[in-house]
């Protein structure tokens, strides 16, 4: 990276555009963006960096090799180097395909009620993972952790992102994290202050109202994030919600009350603050695309993540500053915070992992879904994954025969990328004679022909919150179709994948001989290994089965 220049040489304008961090696709070409109305073209794109200078960029989208050459190019657009950051609260395949892929954080929180040791190596053990393959393809600021606690089964937009629902072991398995990240420079996240585990509304959305007492949320609520910072957390992210016993008018991200007198002065945090997406709706539908960033730098934040339009935020930001409304001390005192962060990242020059040397330009696939990581999956997926009735459903494959029906429910089939023809949940169970059917939340209701087959039925549920859909648990068509499958007698075994609630709910009404196996995580690695033991079958490999 270029070294940054003196602050001082840097015009108001050129400060405050440091103060701000875009949303971008990671694919490299313009016909692949997938979200038009938040990510811009590439020339559009170019020119916030290059003229504008804009401070960062948060990607999503793309394999994590085409990860490597977008961030290379974003740097190179540059006139001083860039945060390029990404949420990545469950390791860089999360987002960026090939890389590796954990499983959500709460799956280690499960483990820390049987063995804390055990939970917080592993919490170690993602954070070095993920810092080592997020450097490797240019991510240099990693949104996470989650130090939320989801004490909220409703929750729709943290659930099973969070560790726990109690703050002492999601404090110790969030420094166990960031501690794991600090033999690399990049910087990490706390998120989200000072607090989003308790709600039931999704702040993508609209605004949620926190009604906790002051004492209650210096109890459950705030250790964590002293504990990140003790840690040294380098960043915290606000939350878009109103908590009145803070500050009754505004909400975390624009309240002077709780960045300022709360985080800042009251609880010593020294590091950047950066906002949430201010173009979520709980920001934008309420303050608008100029006020909104404004509000934001009066109460105290460092940096705007994905304002509705940056060039207009630095406008209105510096208009603020003319008019006398903000300080040019209160914009360089975050420039100076922001200068700090990007020497530690431009001070990781002697550490082995970085973006791809020139010279070797495949170099970063030395550093991506290496067996150790891949070994940490499979043990935190195979020691958190829970298991109950009579087991197994079946031992050997009858593969000319069609005994059942596999229906997989997902919330929608056109969003959910961990499926597709050679996924395990559908591959594993053909092989013993279980056809497949699809449902999501968009297809129609149960038929009376499909009320009258009663065929043997292995319901697999992919289900966990979905930010932007509101939603933290079952959908009316999942609800439907167990209760018919429960009215016909005709549910013969049971895997959920994602929430752990809906299992809660769901081992209600089974009964006590129906095989069931629960995994916190989706991915292929996740189904794999559940429907082995479903199947009581020997795992040679991700997705692959040796059979008995």
Known sequence: MNSLPDIQSLSLAQQVAQMVVVRASGYLFDHQIQYPAWEPPAAKLQHWIQDWGVGGVILLGASAGELALRSQQLQEYAPIPLLIAADIEEGVG????????????????AIACENLDKAQHYARQKGAITAQEALAI???????????????????????????????????????????????????????????????????????????????????????????????????????????????QFPATLSEKVLTQLLRHEL????????????????????????????????????????????????????????GRISRDRIQA??????????????????????????????????????????????ILRDSQQVGG??????????????????IIVDDILTCDVLGRNAPSVTIPQQFGYQLQWVDRHTSGISREENDRLIPTLLQLFIRGNPFRNTA??????????????????????????????????????????????????MPEAQAIALNVLFDQIESGYGLTEFI
């Open 94 to 109: 999360q987002r960026f395909a090939g890389a590796t892929w954990f499983p959500p954080p709460m799956a280690i929180g």
């Open 334 to 379: 975050s420039v100076e915070r922001i200068w700090q962060a990007k020497t530690k990242i431009n001070a990781g020059a002697e550490v082995p992992v970085r973006q791809s040397d020139p010279s070797q330009p495949l170099s970063f696939l030395n550093h991506l879904a290496q067996p150790t990581a891949i070994q940490t999956v499979t043990h």
């Open 138 to 248: 240019g991510i240099n600021w990693i949104l996470a952790p989650v130090v939320d606690v989801n004490n909220n089964p409703q929750n729709p937009v943290i659930n099973v992102r969070a560790f726990s629902d109690t703050p002492e072991t999601v404090s110790q398995l969030a420094c166990q994290f960031i501690r794991g990240t600090q033999d690399y420079p990049v910087l990490t996240t706390a998120k989200h202050f000072p607090g989003h585990g308790d709600t039931a509304i999704d702040s993508h959305l609209n605004l949620p109202i926190l009604s906790h007492s002051r004492s209650r949320l210096a109890q459950i609520e705030f250790p964590p994030f002293q504990a990140a910072m003790a840690a040294g957390v380098d960043t915290v992210m606000t939350a878009h919600l109103l908590i009145p016993s803070l500050d009754e």
């Open 268 to 323: 010593g945090f020294q590091g950047l603050i950066v906002t949430d997406a201010l173009i979520m709706g709980a920001i934008a539908n309420r303050y608008g695309a100029t006020e909104a960033p404004v509000k934001a730098v009066e109460a105290g934040a460092d940096i705007l993540l994905m304002p509705v339009n940056p060039e207009t935020t630095i406008q209105a930001i510096c208009d603020a500053v003319t008019a």
């Open 473 to 522: 648990g079952l959908t009316t068509v999942a609800m439907n179709w167990l209760q018919q499958l429960l009215k016909n007698q005709i549910l013969e075994a049971l895997v959920i994948y994602g929430s752990p609630y809906i299992l809660e709910q769901f081992r209600l009404h089974l009964r006590a001989q129906t095989p069931y196996v629960y995994s916190y995580g989706q």
């Open 390 to 407: 009579s087991l197994p459903l079946r031992s050997k494959p009858l593969p000319n025969s069609s005994q059942g029906r596999n229906l």
